[in-house]
């Protein structure tokens, strides 16, 4: 165990917060799962649904572990090759207009020969906001013309956003209101910045227009996330509306205590309640003190980043953490406000906790890069101290070396002087001849 911990390296707070919550997840997930076991005339065993779910959240902390021990600096060089290749996955699960269960389903790839199936976006995610970074760092956005900034920053930024927009709406608009925090962090023009913010906007409106008058040209992929807005602002009663009252019962019902680990009532009803809605189960089953213990954790890993930014040695290194890291915090953020009707439904996870694979895998992966980043800071600081640890090894030595020096001059000195002595008080050798005569 002890050799296991000495081989973490990087931000110890990070790694401490990130496997707080992954080790509560298994508590809710395995109590949040018993609709589902009971679903489609199921046993009720929940079993492996928990199993399910740590095979998931161990592949997560491996990826973590392969992911920070990679110099952070490659992903920088890997960014536009997997930005292009994330293009084709997005455009392919477009086109495919998969309908699972009689939803809309184009957001999502099987993995051949495995049996899970992944959410591309989510890997679109990590890598544009590592090849943002990239970019802000290596040219200097303030000199350039924002017709270059327009071109190689903004037209694959754009690209991946629209592949991502008719499927999945929520997913499109945080990544576009990330990208813009991170272009922001990152010193880009306040002024260019408005005009992509009009841009977006146009395109939304000319989407949504274009949506509404050719039903046919977007079936089945933008209806649903249109007619949650809808539905949030009228306030009208359909599916969403269901799982909010449902949500907001069990909130209520958890009082300051909650109802105990495993004894979640609206958990039976509420279909998206491992997932979507575990927030509202958590603070049913642990109460509202169990519930801002989640918000300290995120709040606490939320520091980290801030802290590990300010350490990182490079602007690249900066860019990636905020870039990486506070995407995941906004999403809890949004999941928690989502589960007491202060947004609508978006379908976002609450990360490190929902049960789900990719959502898992891709937040352990930016994190895992985000450690790969303080870690380079450790490693640095490590080489100072050991480099003044041989200097003053070496300075030690020297000083020995001198002073062995010293006392032996002294000591040569010494006998000369001694041999001089002997020489002026002691007897003439000739003396034995002359007094002979």
Known sequence: ??????????????????????????????????????????????????????????????????????????FKRLSVGLLAIVAVLLLYTLLRGQVIDGANASRWLEIPFVGFTFQTSALASIALMIYVAGYLSNYNVNSQSFGKSLLHLWLPVGVIIILILPANFSTAALMFAMVLMLVYVGKYPLRYIGIIIAMGVTFLMIFILTAKAFPDAFPNRVDTWMSRIDNFVTDKPDEDDYQIEKAKIAIASGGWYGLGPGKSVQKNFLPQSSSDFIFAIIVEEYGLIGGAAIVTLYLLLFFRFIVAAHKANTLFGKLVVVGLGFPIIFQALVNMCVAVELLPVTGQTLPLISSGGSSIWMTCVAIGIIIGVTKKDEEIAEELIEKQRRDETMERLIDQQIARENAAYEQMEKEDLNYAVEDATGSNPMNAVLNKT
């Open 1 to 74: 165990m002890k050799e296991l911990l000495q081989r973490l390296k990087g931000d110890k707070g990070i790694w401490s917060f990130v496997a707080l919550l992954g080790l509560f997840s298994f508590m809710p997930v395995f109590s949040a799962s018993s609709n589902l076991a009971y679903m489609n005339h199921g046993t009720g065993n929940t079993i492996s649904f928990l199993v399910k779910h740590a095979v998931h959240i161990s592949i997560g902390f491996l990826m973590i572990f392969a992911v920070h021990r990679i110099p952070y600096n490659y």
